[in-house]
């Protein structure tokens, strides 16, 4: 091993830096040069990311994360939904609180209510009546021009070897407002979500809504369309003016999971019309009011 001793590179030493030391400053300088590249450039590519990706739900994806605020802290919305491209401006399911469109009592056919349209407190129809004057046992309530069709559906039923009877009718808002807590206790909010409209979103509260059952029968089953009775429904209640509000495999349409049993009165000639489009009833309705189209006189009061 050598023990001699480098000469002094100190500042006044008096001796010349070798010229390796030299190179060895360049070096640092070179790497400095490329860490501040490397940083500019790993910047740029997060900002990139960010851009690309930050906000934009997934494709599919229909809820937004409003789907885990509780309803009661949902803010009225002032803008104008985000659409689906279904039918043109059709808006996605989102929970919010709009007015509906034609939220009147004489303009039932074709108020639109969802997750995102709603009716006032305050809406009641004046002209409810007992089913019974359709030939039901149910103590249910509906408008009464919906009683001529659903007294000849129900007899239809009775002739066909299905015979159907109403589970439910017109729920008002306190009644809408009493099941939803039930079923944010009893389930949580996102199956309350699912399957219960917040207050004021129900088509029961409209009065021409109704959750049928197989006649004798407490309740109805979830695959009640594999039912005899849930099947002649199925098939047969547009011909008296019932439309299936919440077919199945259409939930990302009308914001609502399947439900085989729930149909709304639009009488005859417009339920025809909504039958021969294939459409969903929501998707029909969004149709007829952004067109600006008459559906014709009511069937019976329009008060």
Request: proline content about 9%.
């Given at each position: 091993?050598?023990?001699?001793?480098?000469?002094?590179?100190?500042?006044g030493?008096?001796?010349?830096p070798?010229t390796?030391?030299?190179?060895?400053?360049?070096?640092?300088?070179?790497?400095?040069?490329?860490?501040a590249?490397?940083?500019?450039v790993?910047?740029?590519?997060?900002?990139?990311?960010?851009?690309?990706?930050?906000?934009?739900?997934?494709?599919?994806?229909?809820?937004?994360?409003?789907?885990?605020?509780?309803?009661?802290t949902?803010?009225?919305?002032t803008?104008?939904?985000?659409?689906?491209?279904?039918?043109a401006?059709?808006?996605?399911?989102?929970?919010?609180?709009?007015?509906a469109?034609?939220?009147?009592l004489?303009?039932?056919?074709?108020?639109?209510?969802?997750t995102?349209?709603?009716?006032?407190?305050?809406?009641?129809?004046?002209?409810?009546?007992?089913?019974s004057?359709?030939?039901s046992?149910?103590?249910e309530?509906?408008?009464?021009?919906?009683?001529?069709?659903?007294?000849?559906l129900?007899?239809?039923?009775?002739?066909?070897?299905?015979?159907?009877d109403v589970?439910?009718?017109?729920?008002s808002?306190?009644?809408?407002?009493?099941?939803?807590?039930?079923?944010?206790?009893?389930?949580?909010r996102?199956?309350?979500?699912?399957?219960?409209a917040?207050?004021g979103?129900?088509e029961?509260?409209?009065?021409?809504?109704?959750?049928?059952?197989?006649k004798g029968?407490?309740?109805?089953?979830?695959?009640?369309?594999?039912?005899?009775a849930?099947?002649?429904m199925?098939?047969?209640a547009w011909?008296f003016?019932f439309?299936?509000?919440?077919?199945?495999?259409?939930?990302?349409?009308?914001?609502?999971r399947?439900?085989?049993?729930?149909?709304?009165y639009?009488?005859?000639?417009?339920?025809?019309r909504?039958?021969a489009?294939?459409?969903?009833?929501?998707?029909?309705?969004?149709?007829?009011?952004?067109?600006?189209?008459?559906?014709g006189?009511?069937?019976?009061?329009?008060?």
């Amino acid at each position: 091993m050598s023990s001699a001793r480098r000469p002094p590179q100190g500042p006044g030493s008096g001796a010349t830096p070798p010229t390796n030391r030299t190179r060895v400053r360049i070096t640092r300088r070179g790497w400095v040069t490329i860490g501040a590249l490397v940083l500019a450039v790993a910047v740029l590519v997060v900002w990139g990311v960010i851009a690309a990706g930050g906000d934009h739900p997934t494709a599919g994806h229909t809820t937004s994360s409003s789907t885990t605020t509780s309803p009661s802290t949902v803010p009225a919305s002032t803008t104008t939904p985000e659409t689906s491209p279904a039918v043109a401006g059709l808006p996605k399911c989102r929970y919010g609180i709009l007015p509906a469109p034609d939220a009147q009592l004489g303009r039932w056919q074709r108020t639109l209510l969802d997750t995102t349209f709603a009716l006032p407190e305050g809406f009641a129809p004046k002209d409810l009546v007992l089913v019974s004057q359709a030939g039901s046992p149910s103590p249910e309530l509906v408008r009464s021009f919906v009683i001529p069709d659903l007294k000849a559906l129900l007899q239809a039923s009775e002739q066909a070897g299905n015979p159907v009877d109403v589970l439910i009718g017109y729920r008002s808002y306190a009644r809408q407002q009493a099941l939803f807590q039930n079923h944010l206790q009893d389930e949580g909010r996102t199956a309350a979500l699912a399957s219960t409209a917040r207050p004021g979103h129900s088509e029961h509260q409209l009065g021409t809504t109704i959750d049928f059952r197989t006649k004798g029968q407490v309740d109805v089953p979830r695959n009640w369309a594999s039912e005899p009775a849930g099947a002649w429904m199925e098939a047969n209640a547009w011909r008296f003016g019932f439309i299936e509000s919440y077919p199945q495999g259409e939930e990302d349409t009308t914001c609502y999971r399947y439900e085989p049993w729930h149909y709304r009165y639009f009488g005859r000639p417009l339920a025809a019309r909504i039958h021969a489009s294939g459409l969903t009833a929501r998707e029909y309705l969004w149709r007829l009011d952004s067109q600006q189209a008459t559906t014709g006189p009511t069937t019976g009061p329009s008060g």
